[in-house]
């Protein structure tokens, strides 16, 4: 039998009786009810903003799919490349569709030298560099005079290619500027990770990777290429919902992605290990989360009431990663933290777990990376996944520009008071 819900409208009487698909009933059940009642739903808790066949999300049984492919399988056997083909295409490219659009992003990893020479040189000494990347995101745009024609699928495709392409490239630059490096150009004969590690630590015309830390580059890219309607995707849709280009669109994802409780927890995490110091010192620290002095970062979901499954596919990445470059001394903090909270009554009641930046500020670290990058290495697979999303809100014809209400809570009307009668 058919869900349905039926809504009473107890001033009027009237019902009014909607199907429930997949969890989910039309809000316009309420405006037939009322054309003036809204819901009030503060952090959209409990609202389904889209339809969406990209990524699916089981936060109490901790699943995670990409277009109905279990993270496990796509970090196991698949590459970031392949993984944004999916994202974006909706289905895995046969060998002939992944080389040309392997050769395709390869070839748009160049920048217009403006970028570097006036854009990024304006920058103060110590800027962040994901107050950089935001910026240089927009100021992307500016330079293609396509960038506006979002309605026209070959330009979208364009400008899909671009973004995916140099973030990478605008990433290492934002680096290179912070430590007075010169900048390193895109090499198009190495892999998509290996050309970012290589213009970010290339020195003169050295550069050696080790296949394990190409592998984890990869993994954590293809980890971070998707997460459904988080912040920064609703972000993205939400501006994008305008028609503004795909430029402004990302650098406003990118935007709510520098938050510390969204992509800045990364780095909140790492300072937070630093801050602890030593495991003797986990259970005092524990405890002043308990008594509300800050929390517990890289721990906790809005939608994970489980083990976040990119976590354990980050901390088995760890493991593999140490090996080449030596164990952080952090990780025996952060495991022991972990241990603490899983068996503390606080986190269990409140289902908190370590999320997805619980573990990958350690393996940035090990691999060199300062913490100022961590969230920028979150936004470069990001990319990926926000223009999914993009592509997909353009299709849809039951979006319009995202305009919610608010329940106003404000003085009634009163006259203007002047000056000299105000106390
Ligand atoms: N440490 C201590 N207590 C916590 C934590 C934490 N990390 N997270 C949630 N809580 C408590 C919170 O105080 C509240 O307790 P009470 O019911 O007594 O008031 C309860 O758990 C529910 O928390 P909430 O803030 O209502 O949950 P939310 O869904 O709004 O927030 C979150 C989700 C991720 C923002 C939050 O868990 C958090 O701040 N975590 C730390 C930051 C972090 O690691 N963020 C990365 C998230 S994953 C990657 C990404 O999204 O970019």
């Not at 020479?117 to 994901?130: L, S």
């Amino acid at each position: 039998m058919a869900e349905t819900i039926t809504i009473t409208d107890d001033r009027t009487g009237q019902t009014v009786t909607v199907p429930i698909e997949g969890g989910v009933f039309p809000a316009s059940a309420i405006r037939s009810l009322d054309p003036s009642l809204f819901v009030y739903d503060p952090a959209y808790m409990q609202t389904a903003s889209c339809k969406s066949a990209i990524t699916y999300l089981d936060g109490d049984n901790g699943i995670l799919r990409y277009r109905g492919y279990p993270i496990e399988q796509l970090a196991e056997k698949s590459t970031f490349l392949e993984v944004a083909y999916l994202l974006l295409h909706g289905e895995l490219p046969t060998a002939e569709q992944l080389s040309v659009w392997h050769h395709d992003v390869t070839h748009h990893t160049f920048i217009h030298e403006n970028m570097r020479k006036r854009f990024v040189d304006g920058f103060h000494y110590d800027a962040h560099p994901m107050g950089m990347f935001v910026s240089a995101l927009a100021a992307l745009g500016t330079f293609y005079d396509g960038a506006k024609d979002i309605d026209d699928p070959e330009s979208r495709h364009r400008q899909i290619l671009r973004l995916i392409a140099k973030t990478p490239t605008i990433a290492a630059m934002c680096y290179r500027f912070s430590v007075g490096l010169p900048f390193n150009y895109p090499n198009n004969d190495l892999s998509f990770p290996a050309n970012f590690l290589s213009m970010m630590w290339k020195v003169g015309d050295e550069y050696v990777l080790d296949p394990v830390l190409e592998k984890a580059m990869d993994v954590l890219f293809i980890l971070h290429a998707d997460h459904e309607q988080n912040c920064g995707t609703t972000a993205m849709r939400v501006v994008g919902s305008s028609n503004a280009d795909p430029y402004s669109s990302a650098a406003a994802a990118a935007s709510a992605l520098y938050g510390p409780l969204h992509g800045g927890a990364n780095e909140a995490v790492v300072r937070m290990l630093n801050d602890i110091g030593s495991i003797d010192n986990v259970p005092a620290f524990i405890q002043s989360v308990k008594d509300g002095q800050g929390r517990l970062m890289g721990f906790g979901h809005r939608v994970y009431k489980n083990y976040d499954p990119r976590a354990t596919i980050i901390k088995q990445t760890a493991y593999d990663v140490f090996e080449v470059t030596g164990k952080n001394p952090l990780l025996d903090i952060a495991l022991k933290l972990e241990e603490v909270a899983l068996q503390d009554p606080y986190f269990i009641d409140r289902k908190l777990y370590p999320n997805v930046d619980f573990y990958s500020g350690l393996i940035y670290q090990a691999m060199g990376f300062p913490v100022e990058m961590f969230t920028v290495l979150f936004a470069i697979p990001r990319t990926a996944g926000w223009l999914a999303h993009w592509q997909e809100l353009l299709s849809d014809n039951e979006q319009k520009i995202s305009r919610p209400r608010q329940w106003y809570v404000g003085p009634e009307t009163r006259d203007y008071v002047p000056m000299s009668s105000r106390v």
